[in-house]
């Protein structure tokens, strides 16, 4: 069993559910220790004053005003403004999830139920019921010196919550010095864009993603302890500044799809009003021509959907490419 790294409370109306929490994601980064050089002594920090340079034993919490002034703050301090919501999540109001822009989403934790008590019950409640609705439940609570906003959400069976960020807490987008509307975009180039994206367009699948450079990592210190020679792989090239955006594009769509008939007629239909291929698209009759799957499998993901669309071909929008042809064929 995880260990918990909060735990209270979560009430909605009068409804009180006992509950503890438990980070949902672990990070694997390859960590590094600080040794003396040319030895394996390790290197240990130590507190010492900033002042004279001696070790400190003992320290306090303070906070320094922009007049100087150190205020310093005891742990019974901050337990007297933490309140009820130290141990309390009080869940405020329900909404949908696609209301919440994904930037305010900090951190994830799994809500399990508290022993001895009978929690799974209400648990279950809440879960089935935002799963029914389609809602998320917003609230806040105290955790480890902070008051932090929270979603609840039923997700793969279970309960989770995220913390966000506040607004202050979110930065513009103006800090990175892009104006949105200053460049001038061509409409043959827009065309082509959204060419492209319908090309590359593919169900979000986690486990297609690896982090190659924690791999790589290993492999080079897997290789320097057993006395091999790491192979060095080359830096993947950059792209030139300065290129023709349109040839780009049109050579991004060509890679990706091959020299074929419908990669020809969709860099044509992109150089028109036009940036999708809908003239290749034909609803056949059930069981004549086009009905196998040979014919579909040149179409794209985007394309197999208005396919199905046509068809009136229900959870159409959560079937993978395979699904979408085998129900088409």
């Keep these: ?20 929490l438990y980070s949902a994601v672990e990070t694997k980064d390859v960590s590094f220790h600080l040794y003396k050089e040319g030895t394996t002594e390790r290197i240990k920090t130590r507190k010492v004053s900033a002042e004279t340079g001696e070790p400190v034993d003992t320290t306090a919490r303070g906070y320094t005003r922009e007049d100087g002034e150190v205020v ?7 337990a007297s403004v933490a309140s009820e919501k130290s141990k309390l999540l009080e869940i405020t109001q329900f909404c949908s999830i696609d209301e919440i822009d994904p930037v305010y989403f900090e951190k994830s934790y799994w809500l399990g139920p508290a022993p001895k008590v009978d929690a799974e019950h209400p648990m279950e409640l809440l879960r089935r019921t935002l799963e029914a609705e389609g809602l998320v439940g917003i609230g806040s609570f105290v955790m480890r010196g902070k008051e932090h906003v929270a ?15 506040y607004e202050d807490e979110v930065r513009p987008a103006s800090i990175a010095g892009y104006v949105p509307g200053v460049a001038d ?33 290993l492999e080079l210190i897997d290789a320097k302890a057993t006395g091999r020679v ?33 990669t020809d007629l969709r860099i044509a239909a992109a150089g028109g ?19 196998g799957g040979g014919d579909l499998d040149g179409l ?7 396919l199905a669309r046509a068809r009136s071909i229900g ?15």
């Design 1 to 20: 069993m995880a260990t918990s790294i909060w735990s209270g409370h979560v009430r909605f109306g009068l409804v009180h559910i006992p509950v503890r």
């Design 72 to 78: 310093f703050v005891t742990d019974e301090d901050l």
């Design 151 to 165: 979603v609840i959400r039923s997700a793969e069976g279970g309960l989770m919550l995220h913390t966000l960020f």
């Design 185 to 217: 975009v061509e409409e043959r180039e827009l065309a082509m864009a959204r060419a492209l994206l319908e090309a590359m367009r593919a169900p979000w699948e986690a486990d297609r993603f690896r982090d190659e450079y924690r791999s790589r990592l």
């Design 230 to 262: 790491p192979e060095l792989g080359e830096a993947a090239p950059l792209g030139a500044a300065g290129v023709d955006v349109f040839a780009a594009l049109e050579a991004s769509i060509r890679a990706l799809k091959g020299g074929d008939e419908e």
């Design 273 to 291: 009003e036009r940036p999708r291929i809908t003239a290749r698209i034909t609803v056949p009759a059930a069981g004549g021509a086009g009905a």
């Design 300 to 306: 794209t993901l985007g394309e197999l959907r208005d």
């Design 315 to 329: 959870g159409r929008s959560k079937m993978t490419r395979d699904e979408l042809i085998a129900a088409l064929s």
